[in-house]
């Protein structure tokens, strides 16, 4: 009784939180539709990262696949609209595509290795991304896709406000349903993947692969389904991204955000799903927040803004980095099987 | 001209730059299997205060050479202290913590460094003065300038006196020691603490010198530059075998060709309209147009297919040692 109140008191706040950001303003409802889509990335990271132990610096590539198929099946850069039902899966068959891409050549290696790998597999997709606009164009360069069609269901569309059952809807707050509705289903996808065979899989792999393989486990079908499965995560929020932003370019897609959905991975706790979203939600909100009180605590201090509010977010948040990864090296909250190896070790 | 030995010369100079930071990243790790994602910062940090020095110092009309001598003499200790800095707060008290955990404040660390920097130096490139008057030889078709020989001369003496102080002296002797087996070699009676700190130490020294060099040879220096020349110097150490001393030298020399013969080539090998069987086909070519599929712009992709490829067929790198899988 008292865990369905419990579970009742988050749903009734998570459902009444937009309203309540967009009384400070409609940024705060953005801000938080982004912070979800880093969750989104965060738990499609975990899988490969925290499950199976394929320690992956380039997952921002199939955020940006996802990202331009959407954009690229609808917007008038081809004149194509299909609707986004069909697209986001799509989307994800491609972004899986490109993770068994990269799962198949480089099963042989491990740790640091892999980890080079995908970072240079990620800059790849990048260049590419920004250099196939000549000698035909197709992803217009670094001046990106414009227009993306929002997403949109039998006339109901997500973008623009409108007025339902008295209450005013905007465009963020409607999309911000629709992202929880998303999250709320990879949440629950996570959750029974990790106590299922291919979790106890992954997690064997992860632990000592050569013992896996003498279990029976078929690890290279298992390794290539954890790319696939990450991958398609990342694929369905880049095409998410695509929509809610309406303009993609490769800037959003540097090997600067793959470092920040590592961070979140391991900050939260790798492996633990609820760690893994605390994360993704501190990584994403801390420099937000930042943004908002550096400036005005100079100016009541200084009486003028000393230095640069960005840069002192950056360097504030390199520092909760370190701090956090100095006081919790095992992340926030831990997974239990490395709280059990942490403690091993210690006695 | 010719094209390709022209190419390997400048390749051949990027490339030394590379190896010499690469070695900064394979000393760290072959002792304690750590990524030092903030290393490029750190050889970005050495050009910074050069270049500041240099044109601090251009006025009082001191002789060239005097001038890049002293600003580099004031870049190398700051680079030491950041470098032992940062081991001492940042990776010596997580050394048994899990794996990814040095890598995640690694990052904290580089973002920390390429902002104090940003905050010291702001947006500004800072650009190496006309000081220094370089000659251009000519060797079998090919152009090398002064420049370009000083570089490679400076590089490979370090390299060797590298291999020196690893090889030859008790210092080395404890380094190696300590990167095979760290128990063991506290129980023989080497300070780990204190190796490790020199590796530091060492890699953060070679470091700044690669930077004065690496923002002398393209003129400009800018806070953001550690990130790709860190990203590229990487790549080179695990090209050779991260770990491995020789191979991050033989990686960043690779690493350097490749990508220029890459760069010089790619156009010309992609451009349709340059094959008989394809050209009227297109209508680009028309009157001599061209119709190039992957240009000059592709460079950066290069390293990286090359890495790629390489650790396909070699998994442990061109020179590392082909490690058993764990028992």
Known sequence: ?347 | MDTFLQQVINGLTAGSVYAVVALGYTMVYGIIQLINFAHGEVVMIGAMVAFTVINALVPYGLPPLTIVLIGTACAIPVCMLVGYAMERLAYRPLRHAPRLAPLITAIGVSIILQHLALLIWSRNVLAFPQIIVSRTYLIGGAAISTVQVAILAICFGMMAALAILVYRTPLGTAMRATAQNPQVAGLMGVDINRVIAATFLIGAALGAVAGVLFGTYYGIAQYTMGSILGLKAFSAAVLGGIGNIPGAMLGGVLLGIVEALGAGYIGDLTNLCAYDTLAPRIADCAGGGNFVLFGSNYQDVFAFIVLILVLVFRPSGLLGERVGERA
């Open chain 1, 1 to 347: 009784m008292k865990r369905w109140l419990g579970v009742a008191l988050v749903a009734v706040s998570l459902a009444v939180l937009p309203f309540a950001l967009a009384q400070i303003g409609t940024t705060w409802v953005r801000i938080t539709n982004y912070a979800i889509l880093y969750v989104l990335l965060a738990l499609g990271l975990n899988i490969v990262v925290g499950f199976a132990g394929l320690l992956d610096l380039g997952y921002i590539a199939f955020y940006a696949v996802g990202a331009y198929t959407y954009a690229l099946l609808a917007s008038p850069h081809f004149g194509l609209h299909l609707p986004f039902w069909l697209i986001l899966p799509i989307g994800a068959a491609v972004a899986a595509l490109f993770g068994l891409l990269l799962g198949a050549p480089t099963l042989k290696l491990r740790g640091d290795y892999l980890a080079i790998v995908t970072l240079g597999f990620g800059e790849i997709v990048r260049i590419f991304l920004n250099n196939l606009s000549r000698p035909v164009n197709i992803t217009s360069g670094p001046q990106g896709i414009a227009r993306i069609d929002p997403f949109s269901i039998d006339g109901f569309s997500f973008a623009g406000s409108q007025t339902i059952a008295g209450l005013d809807f905007s465009g963020p707050i409607k999309y911000y349903y629709l992202l929880l509705l998303v999250m709320l289903a990879v949440i629950v996808v996570n959750l029974r993947l990790q106590n299922s065979r291919i979790g106890r899989a992954w997690e064997a792999i992860r632990e000592d692969e050569i013992a896996a393989r003498a279990m029976g486990i078929n690890t290279r079908n298992m390794k290539l389904l954890a790319f696939a499965m990450g991958a398609s995560f990342g694929g369905i929020a880049g095409g998410m991204f695509s929509a809610i932003q309406a303009f993609i370019s490769p800037e959003s897609f540097v090997l600067v955000e793959s470092v920040m959905v590592v961070s979140m991975v391991v900050l939260g706790g790798m492996g633990n799903i609820w760690g893994v979203i605390l994360g993704a939600l501190l990584l994403s909100f801390t420099p937000e927040v930042l943004r908002w009180t550096v400036e005005p605590v100079q100016e009541a201090l200084f009486g003028r803004s000393l230095i640069e509010p960005e840069v002192i977010r950056m360097l504030l948040f390199g520092l909760a980095l370190v701090l956090v990864m100095l006081f919790r090296p095992a992340g926030l909250l831990p997974s239990a099987v490395r709280k059990r190896e942490l403690t091993e070790h210690a006695t």
